[in-house]
C-alpha cells in the first residue's frame, strides 16, 4: 500500500492553497502523530510546536488575506539536528555540542524551505557528528525502523528516515558524506535525494568532511523530492563550495518520458556483497526500465577506500581539539575512529584526494554513453539494532563500517543520486538512480517513471 | 605483549598531545589498521605525477 495523498507534501499544499485545509491542521496533524509514536520511533530530539503554529496561523492569515502562498504552504518539515534551528544549540548527535549556545539564526535550507510556505516542525536524531551508517546515537537513544521498530534505521540521518518513513513528517532534510541520505532511504522505504556536490547550501549546518559534504531532503514520493529541492536551490556566498549555477527546476520535468534514457546496471564492485534482496531490488528496476546493460565502474573498490581515509582524517581534523579536550563525552565509538583517524600519514591522504580526480574522470567518461547508473543503495534491508556482524558474500564483516559500501564511491565524486524505495517483503530497500553531475533532473525523472509504475513505493509503516 | 602499531600510536599521540587511554587502545589499533589497509589499497594505484589533488571539490 503507498501513501495516501494526505501524507505527501504536494496534497497538504495543494489543499492548503484551495482552502480545503488550514495550514494550522496540517500542523496539527503532524504535531499529533509526532506525540502519538515518536515515544516509539525517537526521530525527534526537538520538537518545535510554538514556532510551527506560529508559522502555521502566518500562512493561514496570509491565505485569508488573498496573499500569494509558496509551493509548499502548511507543509510540515523537520530537518536533521546538524541543520541550525534558531533559539536550540545545534546538536549534531553529539553531547559535546548541547553546550553551545543556541543558534541565533537557521540554516540556510531551513530559510528557504519556510520562505516557500513549509512549516518547520522540529529537529531530528541522527548519529554522533555524522560517523555513522546505523541510525544508533549512545545520547538520545536508537531512532527506530517504522516497519520493524526492533531493526534499524540506517544512519547518520536515522531520524530523518524514520520520520518521513513512519509519515510523521512528508518532508524531512538529511545530511549525506558517504551515504547518509541513501542508507537510512534504503531502509526506512522512502525517496531521498542526494544532489550534486555543491548545489544546495550548506551554510548553517554543522560540519563533518567538508569536501564530501552534501545535504538534501527526504520524502515519501519522488514528487514531493523535486517540490522541496526546487525550492531549496540556487547560490550561497556563504558556503564556499555551492554553486553559482542558476535555478534549474526539476518539477516541470518530472514526468517527461524515460524513453530516451540510456540506462545502465552499474557491474563489478556494485554487483558483489550484496544480499539476494540487493540483487532483487536492483533487477525488478533494471526490467521496469528496460535496463539490460552493464557497465563496470572501475577502480570502484578502491574509491570506497579514498572515501573512507578522506573521512576519516577530515573528520579527525574537524574534531581534534574535542578529542583532546573531552574525549570521554563521545561515543567511545565514533572517539576511537577518530582518534585512528588522527593518526593516518598525510601522504595517504593526499594521493586519495588525487585518485579522486582520476576517478573523476572515469565516471565522466561513462557518462557520456549512459545517462543513468543503477546500483543497490544498502547491501540488505534494515539489520536488528545492535547488530554487529553480517555476513557478506561468505566473509564476516561488521555491519557498521559497511552498510555504505554501495554509496561510498558514488557520493566519493560527488555524483547526484535519487535512492527510490522498493516495498518487498517483508522490509523495503533501496536502489540508487545515479545521473552525470548538475542532472538530478534525470535522476528525479526515473524515479518518478518507478513510482508511476508501482516499482518504487514508500510502504505505510507496518512497525507502528 | 606491545602490538607492532603501538609504538606509533605512542608517538603520535604524544606529537598531537591526543590522549589515547589504555583502554581504548585496542579499538584505535584496530581502526587504525583498516584505515592503513584502506590508505595502502589508494597507495597502491599509481598516478602520474602532474595529478593535482581538489582543495575543493568541485562535482
Known sequence: MTSKPETTAAGIASAVAARKMSALDATETALARIKQHDGILNSFTDVTADRARAKARAIDADIAAGKEVGPLAGVPFAVKNLFDVADLPTRAGSKINRDLPPARRDAALIERMEAAGAVLVGALNMGEYAYDFTGENVHDGPSRNPHDTTRMTGGSSGGSGSAVGGALVPIALGSDTNGSIRVPSSFCGIFGLKPTYGRLSRARSFPFVASLDHLGPFARSATDLALAYDVMQGPDPEDSACTTRGLEPTLPLIANPVSDLRIAIAGGYFQKNVFPEAVEAVSRVARALGATQVVDVPEAARARAAAYVITTTEGASLHLDRLRKRPNDFDPAVRDRLIAGAMVPAPLVDRAQKFRRWYRAQLADIFKSVDVLLAPATPCTAPKLGQVNFNLDGVELPVRANIGIHTQPISFIGLPVVAVPVPLEPLPIGVQIIAAPWREDIALRVAYALEKMGVAAAPSPRGI | ?59
Do not use: C, H, Q
Open chain 2, 1 to 59: 605483549m606491545a602490538e607492532p602499531l603501538d609504538d606509533y600510536i605512542d608517538a603520535v599521540s604524544k606529537a598531537l598531545a591526543l590522549p589515547v587511554e589504555e583502554a581504548w587502545r585496542p579499538a584505535v589499533r584496530a581502526n587504525l589498521e583498516v584505515s592503513l589497509r584502506l590508505g595502502r589499497m589508494v597507495d597502491e594505484f599509481a598516478l602520474p605525477d602532474e595529478t593535482e589533488p581538489a582543495p575543493i571539490f568541485t562535482a
